[in-house]
Nanobody
């Protein structure tokens, strides 16, 4: 069974940085993405990356601050988060798609596998 395991969450002050990792148990995926869900909020698309890593996609609220990358030799996807704000506080979840279709990268229901999530808390 495929598993996605996130790590790297924690507590950070506003303006700080964190790097999240998502380790996959198998390399059978196409696009991989990150989503987040804050308390009382809907799940929000954060970023996605193509199978080769050559294409990346970002939600409007994180453009210019977050960077997604992947190391296929390690079956791992990363999310570097800089200039963090209190509004970035959320549970961040990694997700993986079997399909290479890119038009639905921002939709949670396009993804086939999900990690358990990791908490990111940004204090003001």
């Amino acid at each position: 069974q495929v598993q996605l395991v996130e790590s790297g969450g924690g507590l950070v002050q506003a303006g700080g940085s964190l790097r999240l990792s998502c380790a996959a148990s198998a390399r059978t995926f196409s696009t991989m993405g990150w989503f987040r869900q804050g308390l009382g909020r809907e799940r929000e698309f954060v970023a996605a990356i193509s199978a080769s890593g050559g294409r990346t996609y970002y939600g409007d609220s994180v453009k210019g601050r977050f960077t997604i990358s992947r190391d296929n030799a390690k079956n791992t996807v990363y999310l570097q988060m800089n200039s963090l704000k209190p509004d970035d506080t959320a549970v961040y979840s990694c997700a993986a798609k079997l399909s290479a279709l890119i038009s639905n990268n921002h939709r949670p229901n396009a993804y086939d596998y999900w990690g358990q999530g990791t908490q990111v808390t940004v204090s003001s």
